[in-house]
């Protein structure tokens, strides 16, 4: 756990430690420590704060996770800032997940958990924002949704994956359960050739499937 601001490391630390399933190995509060520490205790997740001192969180996930480390550490950037360049500079950087501060704390775990596993994760706040506000730079292709390699309900989830939706959000709105929502999400991921809901999101912008 990576965050120069103690009092809300603390109160991370401590959510995460009251779960059965997770436990903290170590905690810092600069970038540089966190560095050190992950390579030290070889952790499943790192959570790391962007704005920390001497070492900034996008460079520390650079260094952790970027494409030229030989054994990348999986890292969840969690920030109170959201729109600017930070959640770009986060994914490029390697990061496999970002969430808001205000998330949650049920959504924190829940992302632990998901980077863990080895799954990409974004916060459905994070991604709706970023559609509406970069959306205008993907040029749509004319496309016939009956010409996707996708069934009708991988579709709908598509659609609503592009809007944002949460896994929860989507078997909600199906009413279907959680699982076998992420199993049509699965399905669609790799039908589609897309790595993560990210890229499923501009994969649909682009053929016309959201706006």
């Known amino acids: 756990m990576?965050?120069?601001?103690?009092?809300?490391?603390t109160g991370l630390v401590t959510i995460i430690d009251a779960q059965p399933d997770l436990e903290v190995a170590g905690e810092c509060?600069?970038?540089?420590?966190?560095?050190?520490?992950?390579r030290e205790l070889s952790p499943d997740v790192v959570v790391m704060d962007v704005r920390m001192p001497v070492l900034d969180g996008i460079t520390a996930t650079r260094l952790l996770a970027g494409a030229d480390v030989a054994a990348p550490v999986k890292v969840l950037v969690v920030t109170n800032f959201n729109?600017?360049?930070?959640?770009y500079q986060a994914l490029r950087a390697g990061a496999a997940g970002f969430l808001l501060k205000d998330a949650?704390?049920?959504q924190l775990l829940h992302g632990i958990r998901t980077v863990a596993s080895g799954a990409a994760l974004l916060d459905p706040e994070v991604t709706r924002e970023l559609v509406g506000r970069y959306a205008t730079r993907i040029r749509p292709a004319?496309?016939?949704p009956g010409d996707l390699p996708l069934a009708p309900r991988e579709l709908e989830v598509l659609r609503l994956v592009a809007e944002g939706?949460?896994?929860?959000?989507i078997a909600a709105a199906l009413v279907l359960s959680q699982e076998t929502v992420k199993t049509y999400v699965s399905r669609m991921l790799a039908k589609l050739g897309v790595r993560d809901r990210v890229q499923a999101v501009v994969y649909a912008y682009r053929h016309g499937l959201a706006d």
Do not use: C, M, T, Y
């Open 2 to 9: 990576a965050d120069d601001q103690a009092l809300i490391r």
């Open 165 to 169: 939706l949460s896994n929860n959000e």
């Open 142 to 144: 004319a496309a016939d």
């Open 83 to 87: 729109l600017n360049e930070n959640v």
């Open 29 to 38: 509060g600069d970038g540089k420590a966190a560095v050190e520490l992950a």
């Open 104 to 106: 949650p704390p049920d």
